[in-house]
């Protein structure tokens, strides 16, 4: 009798599991965004899923770590929107689905124009753009003579966070142009 009792309550106890596991879950407003840092362990993660009300329980979320061994959790912002699993939640973060913005820069475009479509996209404001716009220190040992960044600020797709700062958009362009000038100017040396 008590064996069989036990194994009754073994097969509930699965079921709500298994329950708790496939049926979607939302307890937030429009969206939500839960920021995972480097090196958060799974606890960390479930707990910050919980609260925000991503998933019902750090347990559940703990839960699908155990189903999915194996598979590495990525620190990064992440959103939320509609109602998900546990096991949909689990595999967006173990894939490293982070929520960023695009900032396209066309070939062509002035400071101006970056900070205009910074302050478009919504992560920064045009003239905190500018103000670092206009500081060359980061181009200092290429143009000691320059002004700005303009001219350094190399066109192409930028994926920013909603915390991005003028200055780290700035690195970011710079850093491209380096990365654009060093492959032709290692092109050009004679063999």
């Not at 994926?159 to 991005?164: A, F, I, Y």
Request: hydrophobic fraction near 45%; charge should be positive; proline fraction near 5%.
């Amino acid at each position: 009798m008590k064996f069989r009792l036990a194994v009754l309550l073994l097969i509930v106890a699965a079921g709500f599991a298994s329950y708790r596991m496939v049926s979607p879950y939302k307890s937030f407003e429009d969206e939500v965004f839960v920021e995972i840092p480097r090196g958060t362990g799974a606890r960390g993660v479930a707990v910050r899923l919980a609260a925000a009300g991503v998933v019902r329980g750090q347990w559940d979320f703990l839960l699908a770590r155990i189903a999915a061994r194996g598979r590495t959790l990525q620190a990064g912002e992440y959103r939320f929107q509609k109602p998900a699993t546990v096991m949909e939640v689990f595999d967006r973060i173990a894939r490293g689905d982070v929520f960023y913005l695009e900032l396209l820069v066309p070939e062509g475009k002035n400071i101006f124009d970056i900070a205009a479509a910074a302050e478009h996209l919504g992560v920064m404001k045009a003239d905190e753009f500018l103000a670092a716009a206009r500081t060359p220190a980061l181009i200092r040992d290429l143009d000691p003579h320059a002004r700005t960044l303009e001219g350094y600020l190399f066109p192409g797709t930028y994926r920013l966070s909603r915390h991005t700062t003028p200055d780290r958009l700035c690195r970011l362009m710079t850093g491209k142009f380096r990365e654009v000038w060093q492959k032709l100017h290692y092109r050009r040396q004679p063999a």
